[in-house]
């Protein structure tokens, strides 16, 4: 398209050129010759001029969009400074090569460079030659134009839950990928938080939460003494005297070193208590007349916790193939009391538990209850240790979902405190150790509501599996690239699927008006982008067998019992769509993420429409956090 001159005024100047050319009086022409040049100077560098403006225009629109587009192309992607990796700058590239096309404007000489800046912006340059027409005259053939551009992703304040299924298929590893499912969410989490550490603006507050799931959830150390009750039904057992005596062989018991090594950790504070990593397993047994001998083997560390100014002190021993044996060897005879179990709800004592300052956070412990052994000789005491695991406060069976008494399902009640005055409202903490399965053998057996009188030993929940307490829960708190990869490399993947339990804390520990409500107040009069990431690699899977946040379900029948008129699956699936509905209502959107598993319409109606992912490898997974970024930030022009 070539530019002119409005015709009215190059018309009158050709023809005062004309006019004077056909002039032969005096010294016209000599006048005339000289004055041309100039004027022609002048209407030619204002046609020019005024084209190079406009192609500059749209080279600027050009390099803002193709930066534009390939930030949001980026997503959180981590990846080295300088470098737009090949599928971002392929996308860029697009989008400018659409806005200005090659020879636009009859320009030559087009050029558009990215670069990826340490704030993680991408930033741009782009060039051309625009070719003069009448300025080429004197001499002047192209007018060159130069733009830059840089796109970044801004954060306002904003809040971030991760719940995250932790359930023992986690372990497992996904056709395509070379690593397992946890180890590529540890990876890719981290990538999520470098991209928006680097990206936020100074002044900006981030803050990062965790509610690891599986069978129920370790957040018993993040709660005031206060919020705990003093005494709790368990599913035990007791030792009753049958006023009968007999004489059973007597035992000592020695303990030998035999190969690897444990190392004594140097102590320290830390703002959580770490879970276990230590593994026990037996490698060789034997016996003969009088005695049994068996080998094994401890990998990991066995931390011990006490709460100190702000946090934890943490020690514990570090085990590296640690193998010792055990000698039970008899060494003669005593006579003993005959006992015979009775199994029931048993009150125990957990006051000890707690701070002496009602404000303080749970300092957790151990306990000592005549549960060990066999009913005859006489029962031994067992420990029954704290781990973090909690029992929820009280709730009801229901019916109607649509019409749910939140007086009476106080579990479900998302933002109540607890009343130090009404243990209904309180937790309860969760011990492994006494917990049995009333009238169950590893054989079989059925449910027992009523107490049941006999010498069998029956199921332990802790020895046999059914019972778990995933890695501990994490408070919102901004969190360094070190906190970060520390905490996630102590997630450990075991137990089963309880969907609802993670919702409802991760609900809990972010909501800016229940339990932490100061703690999640907006900062400075600013508003707080709240955002929960749910991400499960399976579908529900309770199991009544387990000693979970509930109790042993068919026995303490307090969210759901056989006579149900839902069965176990379905309650928890319902009381997880309800509690996200709780959560969705404190103005928190909700993220979800099928990791290597179908997304039922359960998981998809929790989040809504463009607000869940499925993700079947690595590579989907780290996509649905770059989407999960790119919706929390403000993609923007900043130069």
């Not at 010759?33 to 050009?62: K, N």
């Not at 003069?132 to 733009?147: H, K, L, S």
């Not at 055990?326 to 701070?355: H, I, P």
């Amino acid at each position: 398209m070539k530019h002119r001159i409005p015709g009215s005024r190059l018309a009158a100047a050709l023809h005062f050129a004309r006019r004077l050319l056909r002039d032969h009086a005096g010294n016209t022409f000599m006048i005339v010759a000289a004055a041309l040049a100039p004027l022609l100077a002048l209407v030619g560098g204002g046609i020019d001029m005024g084209r190079s403006y406009i192609s500059e225009t749209r080279l600027q629109q050009a390099c803002d969009a193709g930066v534009l587009a390939a930030r949001k192309a980026l997503g959180s992607q981590v990846v080295t400074t300088g470098v737009v990796p090949g599928e971002v700058s392929v996308v860029g590239n697009r989008f400018f090569n659409v806005n200005f096309p090659s020879g636009a404007y009859g320009s030559t000489d087009r050029t558009f460079t990215m670069t990826l800046e340490s704030d993680y912006s991408i930033s741009g340059k782009a060039s051309a030659n625009v070719p003069t027409t009448i300025m080429r005259v004197f001499g002047e053939t192209n007018v060159p134009v130069a733009v830059q551009c840089e796109a970044k992703l801004n954060f306002s304040n904003t809040d971030v839950m991760m719940v995250l299924d932790t359930t023992g298929s986690m372990n497992q590893t996904n056709p395509g990928d070379s690593q397992s499912k946890i180890a590529v969410l540890r990876q890719v989490v981290k990538d999520f938080h470098a991209q928006l550490e680097a990206s936020k603006n100074p002044g900006v507050r981030i803050r990062y939460g965790f509610v690891p799931y599986s069978t129920n959830v370790n957040v018993g150390y993040l709660l005031k003494s206060s919020w705990m009750v003093d005494s709790w039904d368990y599913e035990g057992r007791e030792a009753k005297d049958t006023k009968k005596t007999e004489t059973v062989p007597k035992y000592t018991y020695t303990y030998t070193y035999m190969s690897g090594s444990k190392t004594a950790i140097t102590p320290y504070a830390a703002s959580t208590c770490p879970g276990d990593t230590a593994t026990w397993q037996m490698i060789a047994y034997g016996s003969g007349s009088g005695y049994e001998v068996w080998d094994t083997k401890v990998n990991g560390i066995a931390y011990n916790c006490s709460h100190g100014d702000g946090g934890f002190n943490v020690s514990g021993t570090s085990y590296n193939n640690y193998v010792y044996r055990t000698l039970k060897q008899q060494n003669g005879t005593e006579t003993k009391e005959v006992y015979k179990w009775q199994y029931g709800a048993v009150t125990e004592d957990v006051s000890s538990f707690k701070d002496a300052n009602p404000d303080k956070p749970y300092k957790g412990g151990t306990i000592w209850v005549r549960m060990f052994g066999n009913p005859s000789p006489t029962p031994d005491y067992l420990s029954a240790t704290f781990k973090g695991c909690i029992e929820e406060r009280d709730t009801y069976q229901i019916s109607d979902y649509s019409n749910v008494d939140l007086t009476k399902a106080l579990d479900l009640d998302i933002d109540l405190v607890p009343d130090p005055n009404k243990p209904s409202t309180q937790w309860r903490p969760m011990l492994h150790e006494i917990s049995f399965l009333r009238a169950w053998k590893p054989t079989g057996g059925s449910w027992s509501k009523k107490k049941v009188t006999t010498a069998d030993d029956y199921m332990q929940a802790s020895n046999y599996g059914v019972t778990m307490c995933p890695s501990p829960a994490h408070k919102l708190s901004e969190m360094t690239d070190s906190e970060l990869s520390t905490y996630l490399n102590g997630l450990k993947a075991e137990g089963s699927t309880y969907h609802d339990i993670g919702m409802i804390w991760g609900g809990r520990l972010l909501s800016p008006t229940g339990i932490f409500a100061s703690e999640n107040a907006d900062l400075n009069d600013t508003p707080t982008s709240r955002h929960l990431i749910f991400l499960t690699d399976g579908e529900t899977a309770p199991l009544d067998l387990s000693y979970g946040t509930y109790g042993v379900e068919p026995l303490s029948e307090r969210r759901w019992s056989p006579s149900s008129p839902y069965s176990l699956t379905q309650t928890v699936e319902k009381r997880f769509s309800f509690a996200c509905d709780e959560v969705k209502k404190k103005n928190i959107t909700v993220w979800v993420i099928g990791f290597g598993t179908q997304m039922t319409d359960m998981l998809k109606n929790c989040a809504g429409d463009g607000h869940w992912f499925q993700a079947d490898d690595a590579s989907q997974l780290g996509k649905a956090f770059d989407k999960i970024a790119k919706s929390m930030g403000d993609l923007r022009i900043i130069k």
